[in-house]
DNA sequence: GTGAAAGCGCTAACAT
DNA sequence: ATGTTAGCGCTTTCAC
């Protein structure tokens, strides 16, 4: 029984009671380690108790304290690391951003759904302040995003401070931490393919930023899509960008100024393929009817674009849930699946259609 | 002298080694209590020891871990509370989320500004889970967003809690908590100035539901500058709509089948302004030669409509960050001041133009 | 100006 | 199956 004083009944500081597991212990006539057994759902407590124990809880509308229950084992916190210039460039540009709001949803909702807690913070690339989150919140999981999650200097520190992380849409090319993806590869296969099915024989290609694991892999679904439907890319087809809508618009005039010229361009992002329908228009070359676009990733601009873009969708929210459900299964099981594939889509809009016959 | 054991050293579960303040006392060769002191910029610690301190800080990248002090007094940690159905139907909607993201990106770089850390969550109306959430994180702060931040359930459930609260653009029919907005009535009126000052005289207005403090404020604001101008206003040319896009479109019907109809339409959000623009094509109306709309937030779809939206814009991101920055002080100082007005912007662009001479 | 000791509310290791 | 006792890493009295 406890001998503990206890503050319910009492102010504390400015708020009013507020019930601890000792009130819970002493109302329920037990122990206040039966009481946290209860709370953490650990065999060997009698029905009778177990009852007991729940009825006090609910009476004394108990929730246990976030911060005690941190400083002496779990946080109860997952931490979502964003790439602070991308956020604050998206931001800037006010465009919104689609690909944020879903994977916080996603995150937050599952969250939610185990009574863990969700921080959202940015990281620039040197990861400055990430040791300083990471000793004084001491989150559970960490949640990476893309270009994050192909960090390497991020990745150690996670590392070295002993933290697990998820990685979503993480590069092909290392296999650490866990991972959640869907397949680019074959999703940008599909998409060239169903660009060949209409008809198109020069394809154009607007490559992403080499530190994207994505833009190899997208790239590598484009060329196997072509080479299996023995098609030859000529080098000039392919154009490197960075992800932004300013770089597809210099890829777009690059790809448009040749004789002749492509009848369809796959760019590697959305923001991209909104260029290259822009450059197209002020080149007075109708889309879809002189030029298919498509992108990839079903952002905003895919569906503001006119007309609106083809394109691959993400299950971003389902993507972030995933990778939280992981951790949070990782500190209680460590057998836990480690890489988890979600399906993508194609998402057939506007902007693509059957070849002209000119 | 630190007597206690420390982990510093040794692994501490799966974790390697943290500095804890015992540690950063030990190489200092003082008590934890200065460290303490120095930590929080107490007085009455000799600069001598100060640096010390400081240096042993440093030397052992030491950073206080928050559920400690979470546990002995503040938590360091803000809340955002969004609502719950606001939230989930624009993420449906595929529209994206400006106002969030500026929020959220707002509140976040100013709580990181001082050691804090923002949790966002959701809220439904009824508050269900809040008084949960509450006792569970014990945050120092809540900000509070329309329509919440007028919700008398939740505002009193933080009263009951003892915790502090910012409400952003509240209604101004109570005056609980710190409040930060901008002069909604001014905006509104000032805008509708705009139209009358292009020549506008049969202007209509849509007005938003009623349970937004906002509402009344933008239609008083409508109201008065149609008067000061010598305007009359018929009641017809008022409709009522609840700020989604579907209740624009009917709005802009009941309107734009008046004889004569009105020349210019001031929607109070930007959602329904964008809806009359789609209803006046549908009716073949041109916007803005035979018609003038503007809206009111500058919200995502002010910018992608077609011709973009004249509009009123808020300062969200500063907003929050006021928020924050008032219920940190509020922490520190309790004479802190309880409400800041910031500036709003008139946007003009595309959806506006003199009236036509017919 | 400085420090020792007592919590904050929990979980974990160890009895019983 | 249940309870006791230590901490977790801080802040806060209250001594010195």
Redesign the pocket.
């Known amino acids: 029984?406890s001998r503990?004083?206890?503050?319910f009944g009492k102010l504390?500081g400015a708020g009013p009671p507020?019930a601890?597991?000792?009130d819970v212990a002493a109302r329920a006539g037990?122990?206040?380690?039966?009481v946290?057994?209860v709370?953490?759902k650990e065999?060997?407590?009698?029905e009778?108790?177990r009852l007991k124990i729940l009825d006090a809880v609910a009476a004394l509308d108990?929730?246990?304290?976030v911060s005690?229950?941190g400083?002496?084992?779990?946080s109860r916190l997952v931490l979502v690391l964003v790439d602070a210039e991308l956020t604050l460039s998206h931001l800037r540009s006010e465009h919104g951003n689609l690909y944020f709001d879903r994977l916080q949803l996603g995150a937050m909702l599952k969250c939610r759904e185990h009574g863990y807690h969700l921080i959202v913070e940015l990281v620039a690339p040197g990861a400055d302040k990430l040791g300083e989150t990471l000793s004084s919140l001491r989150p559970d999981g960490v949640v990476l995003t893309p270009p994050s999650c192909d960090d390497v200097t991020i990745l150690d520190k996670l590392d070295r401070a002993g933290t697990p992380y998820a990685r979503i849409s993480p590069s092909r090319f290392f296999e650490r931490g866990l991972r959640v993806f869907i397949d680019e590869a074959q999703a940008a296969q599909e998409i060239t393919a169903s660009l060949i099915d209409l008809g198109h024989r020069r394809i154009g290609f607007i490559a992403g930023p080499k530190d994207y694991g994505a833009s190899q892999t997208r790239q590598a679904g484009y060329l196997q899509a072509m080479s299996a439907a023995g098609l030859e890319v000529k080098p000039e087809w392919i154009s490197l960008g960075d992800f932004t809508f300013e770089s597809g618009i210099d890829s777009a005039a690059a790809l448009l100024g040749q004789t002749p010229r492509p009848t369809a361009i796959f760019a590697s992002n959305d923001d991209m393929a909104l260029a290259v329908v822009h450059k197209a228009a002020e080149l007075g070359i109708k889309v879809p009817d002189a030029l298919s676009v498509v992108g990839f990733d079903d952002a905003l601009s895919a569906r503001f674009c006119l007309p609106p873009l083809t394109t691959v969708r993400q299950p971003i929210s389902e993507m972030a849930s995933k990778a939280v459900e992981l951790l949070i299964a990782g500190g209680e099981a460590k057998d836990c699946t480690d890489a988890a594939q979600l399906p993508y889509r194609l998402v057939i809009r506007g902007s693509t259609a059957m070849v002209s016959s000119d």
Do not use: D, E
């Open positions: 029984m503990r004083p206890t503050s504390a507020v601890t597991i000792y037990v122990s206040i380690k039966s946290s057994r709370l953490n065999p060997h407590v009698s009778k108790l108990f929730h246990p304290n005690a229950r400083l002496a084992g779990k």
